[in-house]
């Protein structure tokens, strides 16, 4: 099976991104129309409010999750006003640039950058071998804190991690390269092109929408003995063998499978 085969399904579908902003621009449309053969006559203002509403009905329709609702009502209001502002061009476009930079793939994956607590760290020291060589993988390793961290706790374990977002690899790849982590290596490639048959631990943070996909990979790539251990997120009908609280911010728990 190749790696392209065990990208979830959801991701081959239109991401919730793309969906919202058709039904903005089928809502502008629709609004515009209709305010002709009405003879409507409004404000600017009152013309954005009008899509802005439109949208969020069709975004209702649509099944988008409800933190999509607000989105949707408040973003040719916030267009309208920000264009009323006199904000020189060239500062969204560094804005979307630096956006781009550090969230990249984010609208196909639904991935964010965000990064795991310093409990959460120590957690998942006291899983890894103490005596003996390991290799373990982050995936999907943002600027490198797990990785910087388990490689002073651990001086004996390889640690990798790959990274697709282009900020967050070029802070880590430099974190570890003057940071002096010999046994830490980043490689900027999508999670879903790593072979994990070679890691005797893998560790992800990622979000709901890739958890069924990428159990399909562990199950098929990882050695029997292996540990996958993921972070907030579970895998439906596939129970964890042990569960880790922490009491950082979130109470974030950590998952783990022994394969
Ligand atoms: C929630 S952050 C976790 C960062 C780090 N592992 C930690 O625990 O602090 C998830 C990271 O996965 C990255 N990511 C998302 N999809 C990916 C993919 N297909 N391949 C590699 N990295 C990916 C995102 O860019 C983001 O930096």
Redesign the pocket.
């Known amino acids: 099976m190749s790696d392209s085969d065990v990208q979830p399904q959801r991701m081959r579908k239109i991401p919730p991104v793309m969906l919202a902003l058709l039904l903005q621009l089928l809502a502008f449309v629709l609004v515009t129309f209709g305010t002709r053969l009405l003879a409507l006559s409004l404000s600017p203002f009152g013309f954005a409010i009008a899509c802005g509403l439109l949208a969020a009905a069709f975004s209702h329709l649509a099944r988008q999750a409800r933190w999509w609702l607000p989105i949707q009502l408040l973003f040719v209001p916030a267009l309208a006003i920000t264009l009323d502002t006199d904000i020189p061009p060239i500062a969204f476009l560094l804005a979307f640039l630096v956006m781009l930079l550090f969230y990249?793939s984010t609208f196909r994956?639904q991935?964010?950058?965000?990064?795991?607590s310093n409990k959460v760290w120590q957690a998942l020291e006291t899983q890894l071998p103490v005596d003996q060589p390991f290799e373990f993988v982050?995936?999907?390793?943002?600027i490198g804190?797990?990785l910087t961290h388990l490689s002073r706790t651990h001086p004996q374990g390889i640690f990798h991690g790959?990274?697709?977002?282009p900020l967050?690899f070029a802070w880590s790849w430099l974190r570890i390269k003057f940071g002096g982590y010999r046994n830490c290596h980043v490689y900027w490639r999508?999670?879903?092109d790593c072979d994990l048959a070679k890691f005797d631990v893998a560790f992800a943070?990622?979000s709901p929408v890739p958890m069924a996909a990428l159990w399909r990979k562990v199950q098929n790539e990882m050695q029997p003995g292996s540990l996958f251990i993921s972070?907030t997120f579970a895998v439906d009908d596939h129970p964890p063998q042990k569960i880790l609280e922490t009491d950082d911010l979130h109470h974030s728990e950590l998952y783990v499978w022994r394969k």
């Not at 982050?138 to 943002?142: C, E, I, Q």
């Not at 790959?162 to 977002?165: G, I, K, P, S």
């Open positions: 990249w994956t991935v964010p950058l965000y990064l795991s982050d995936l999907g390793s943002g804190g797990v790959v990274e697709t977002a967050p999508s999670l879903w943070y990622l972070n």
